[in-house]
């Protein structure tokens, strides 16, 4: 039977791009805490390490064509702090000027950066030092960021600080899978805490250097519900685990209003430590305590997390309700080896989106290509440009065809429906 509803939706002031970090693309053997951890057996599923990903450290020019050739104007790219700074206060020039040019290229293609920070890489030296475990991580990563800013701001004005806080600072220090490997719920508090003071210090820094900059974090968010609606310990742990998760973060690191289980530091005032709120975007938890859950029935991605549109909606109008500004979904996207329904990702969460009434600027894709994907490895498949990691050969998916005919349309029309989307369904 004909489809004759119509499918198609304009962008408005949303803009999109594409969304990578440094130590799952550049590839070779910087000294970092993944490389490390991966030369354990055991840690990564697959058994693969950052050494290989997709070369994207001697491929910049061939990524920035294909950027360009995808008409892509915004690209979120990381930095490799250990590249940068391979010894405690010893920078490499020659690391940095590696950034310059592959930022001096993007501009030339016509393409804005979004410089992140931190993407859960940490030099080695600093990991041996307890990282963000120790108050001391903050002189170190302040030094750090006032190098790389004083360099690069000519050439950037978007930044991130600090990429997911929540995720690195529970899956590193209480679920045990990411390095250090610790299972310590005082641990996990410690580096939340000081992961905010960082931020809040990185956005004086940034600023102090160039007023006109544009900061904020990229916080990973969930929508959470209760396995059982009837349990009213199941009710509690959904209130629960978005205030301990990600809410009480947020909130120190945006306004450095430090609530329990945080504290209060001092010589940090109440004020507004962000230009931009960064949503990080991929599923729901449905939970009976605080361990995350996936409910019977629903669509799962090739990963198994629920497939959830809605939840984008209700993410982006609470963080606007709350957090007044602009916001930049600075990741949203699938793992689809097949790219079987990663066009009606796309399509459903694009559409949450720029339809949510909020100021909604910003829309990445995480990723521009197949990365790897820290302890899972080189399994899950995420790009919209498909990567034969033996070859390192890149082939562009039907679902960056249909990304690319978005931008070029400044939004979905229905023909682009018609022809990516709409023989696409969600696994189950």
């Not at 803009?15 to 590839?27: F, N």
């Not at 900059?213 to 990973?220: F, N, R």
């Not at 910003?362 to 790897?372: I, P, S, V």
């Not at 005919?405 to 429906?417: K, M």
Request: charged share 20%; net charge negative.
């Amino acid at each position: 039977m004909a489809d004759n509803q119509d499918h198609s939706f304009s962008l408005g002031r949303c803009e999109l791009g594409v969304a990578t970090a440094a130590t799952q693309i550049e590839g070779g053997d910087a000294d970092t805490n993944w490389h490390h951890w991966a030369d354990v057996p055991g840690h990564i599923a697959d058994g693969s390490t950052p050494r290989r990903a997709a070369d994207h450290w001697n491929r910049v020019s061939e990524d920035i064509g294909l950027l360009k050739q995808l008409g892509i104007k915004h690209y979120r790219m990381g930095l490799e702090w250990a590249r940068i700074e391979p010894a405690p206060g010893e920078f490499d020039d020659l690391a940095l000027e590696h950034y310059v040019d592959e930022l001096t290229q993007l501009s030339d293609a016509g393409i804005t950066p979004l410089v992140t920070l931190h993407h859960f890489n940490n030099p080695w030296w600093f990991e041996q030092e307890g990282a963000f475990l120790k108050r001391g991580c903050l002189a170190v990563f302040s030094r750090y960021v006032n190098y790389v800013v004083q360099r690069l701001h000519p050439l950037v004005k978007d930044w991130i600080t600090i990429n997911e806080p929540n995720v690195y600072a529970t899956k590193s220090y209480s679920e045990g899978g990411w390095p250090p490997g610790h299972k310590s719920m005082k641990e996990v508090l410690s580096v939340m805490q000081h992961l905010a003071q960082a931020h809040i210090e990185a956005y004086r820094t940034i600023h102090e250097i160039d007023d006109e900059a544009s900061v904020g974090v990229a916080m990973h968010l969930r929508v959470f519900q209760a396995a059982n609606r009837a349990n009213p310990l199941n009710q509690a742990a959904a209130r629960l685990a978005p205030y301990l998760f990600q809410d009480a973060l947020m909130q120190a690191m945006s306004f450095g209003m430090f609530l329990p289980p945080l504290h209060q530091p001092l010589g940090v005032p109440i004020h507004r430590y962000y230009d931009f709120q960064g949503i990080n975007y991929y599923s729901r938890s449905t939970v009976t305590g605080l361990a995350d859950g996936v409910a019977p029935g629903v669509p799962v991605n090739d990963m198994g997390w629920e497939i959830f549109p809605p939840g984008l909606t209700a993410i982006i109008q609470k963080v606007s309700h709350s957090y007044p500004g602009p916001i930049f979904i600075t990741e949203n996207g699938t793992p689809d080896a097949a790219d079987a329904y990663r066009p009606l990702f796309i399509y459903d969460h694009l559409k949450a989106a720029v339809e949510s009434g909020a100021p909604v600027r910003r829309f990445y894709h995480w990723c521009f290509t197949d990365n790897w994907e820290w302890a899972d490895g080189e399994g899950p498949r995420f790009g919209l440009v498909g990567l034969d990691y033996e070859t390192q050969k890149r082939t562009p998916r039907g679902s960056a065809s249909f990304y690319s005919d978005i931008i070029a349309h400044e939004g979905v029309t229905n023909d682009a429906y018609q022809r990516w989307v709409a023989g696409c369904e969600y696994p189950r």
